[in-house]
């Protein structure tokens, strides 16, 4: 089955930046879109989301909030935060979540080294 | 006051709130490494206004005594952004800044110039990478220190506040200091066509196909 991904932003713009660099790395995944926690939590909810890329300045719940929900839901879900945020206690609270850090705004490089370590683990957990 | 949804689309306002957004985090990500302290901020607010308008916002959530670094921009856009905090804090940024390197009294004796210097740094930060982002150059006026009320900080010597603004508004406050403050953006409207154009620009080529290359 073909891996599943949830990006999550409020900004239409930026899910679609996201989902075409994604597009560009991982042609055969499947993208599913959600502009804030809430809605994002329901996805999940749904099942057979396998990634989880998410903006990190957003109405309500940040993303940081919502990746540390997600981790607790899901402790081996592969996860981005994406933000120009650079400052060193996000980049802190993104690893204390376990999730990788992405600049905003995204590229197809900016992407790659989360998309090709996120492949890799689920490769392995399908093992 | 006209809804920005009547000038601009959806997508076209959705872009120009995440140039502002990405542009502010970079803001902040300068903030944080003067103040040495984490700096929180909001989701940027976005509304069509006149100056007028525009000033009784800034009064409204903040009252009377401010304290602002202003810089105007020309180029493919044209305004003033505005580092603005209540005037009181603008002592306690500057001892924040300069920590242990200046006394109390020379924080105090160079408060203006220091907020000048700290405001440049910031408001550049956010400028620069929205210019990079729309690919076109602006240019940066010097940072100028103004006091007062919101119809103050808003006053310019070209007498431009005529006519309307995309008046964009962020609040930040560093997590462990007594600092907060907002930085507001105000776009002339004079030409909606050409930001228009711009914005269309800018979607495209972050949609189309050679962004994953060189942007």
């Not at chain 2, 808003?154 to 506040?161: F, Q, S, V, W, Y």
Request: net charge negative.
């Amino acid at each position: 089955m073909a891996i599943k991904v949830l990006i999550v932003d409020d900004s239409k713009l930026a899910r679609i930046v996201a989902a075409k660099a994604l597009g560009t790395l991982q042609p055969e995944w499947d993208r599913v879109e959600a502009g804030n926690a809430d809605e994002a939590l329901a996805r999940l909810a749904g099942g057979g989301i396998d990634v989880a890329l998410l903006d990190y300045n957003m109405p309500g719940r940040d993303g940081l909030v919502l990746a540390t929900e997600i981790r607790a839901l899901y402790p081996d879900m592969p996860i981005a935060i994406i933000t120009a945020n650079a400052q060193d206690e996000v980049i802190e609270r993104a690893r204390a979540a376990n999730a990788a850090f992405v600049m905003k705004p995204v590229t197809t490089e900016s992407l790659r080294a989360f998309v090709s370590g996120a492949a890799l683990r689920l490769r392995s957990a399908a093992r | 006051m006209t809804p920005p949804e009547l000038l601009l689309t959806e997508l076209e306002l959705d872009a120009l709130t995440e140039l502002v957004n990405i542009g502010v985090s970079n803001a902040a990500t300068s903030l944080r490494k003067m103040l040495r302290e984490e700096v929180l901020l909001s989701v940027p607010a976005i509304e069509i206004a006149n100056h007028a308008k525009a000033a009784t916002l800034i009064s409204q959530r903040e009252g009377d005594h401010l304290v602002a670094v202003r810089q105007a921009f020309t180029g493919a856009l044209n305004g003033r952004a505005l580092l603005i905090f209540p005037e009181a804090n603008g002592l306690e940024l500057v001892r924040a800044v300069t920590g242990e390197y200046v006394s109390p009294q020379e924080a105090a004796a160079m408060e203006d110039e220091a907020l000048a210097e700290t405001g440049n740094v910031i408001l550049n930060s956010c400028l620069s990478s929205m210019a990079n982002m729309l690919r076109r150059s602006l240019t940066m006026s010097l940072p100028q220190v103004v006091r007062g009320e919101g119809t103050e900080l808003l006053r310019t010597a070209e007498g431009r506040e005529a006519g309307l603004v995309l008046f964009f508004y962020i609040n930040f406050v560093a997590r462990d200091r007594s600092i907060r403050g907002y930085i507001a953006m105000l776009m002339d409207l004079p030409s909606l066509s050409a930001l228009k154009l711009l914005v269309t620009d800018f979607i495209e080529r972050v949609m189309g196909d050679d962004f994953g290359q060189d942007g």
